[in-house]
């Protein structure tokens, strides 16, 4: 089962790689240094990065808000294909 980070410490993640960036020669070392200090894996930071420049507009991607929305309405289209699965099955 995958390792439930606390949101305040993916946000502070996320800003502190936003933030050092310039510091390093490329982002993966950025990346490297602060999942280390911050006790994350890397790829989960950079997967956070990622999403943090889509939200903000700097990359092209389905935001947060619309990753919430699509997964609302697929639990919603589940449950309404169980139901008429169950009526059909009524007639």
């Known amino acids: ?43 989960s930071l950079r997967r956070w990065v990622n999403q943090a420049e889509v939200d903000a507009g700097r990359r092209d991607g389905v935001t947060s808000v619309e990753l919430e929305e699509i997964k609302k309405l697929k639990a919603e289209n589940k449950r309404l294909r169980e139901d008429v699965a169950i009526l059909k099955a009524a007639a």
């Open 1 to 43: 089962m995958p390792k439930v980070i606390d949101e305040k410490v993916r946000a502070r993640a996320v800003r502190l790689v936003q933030e050092h960036r310039g510091e390093y020669p490329t982002l993966s070392k950025a990346l490297e240094a602060v999942a280390r200090q911050e006790g994350v894996g890397k790829e």
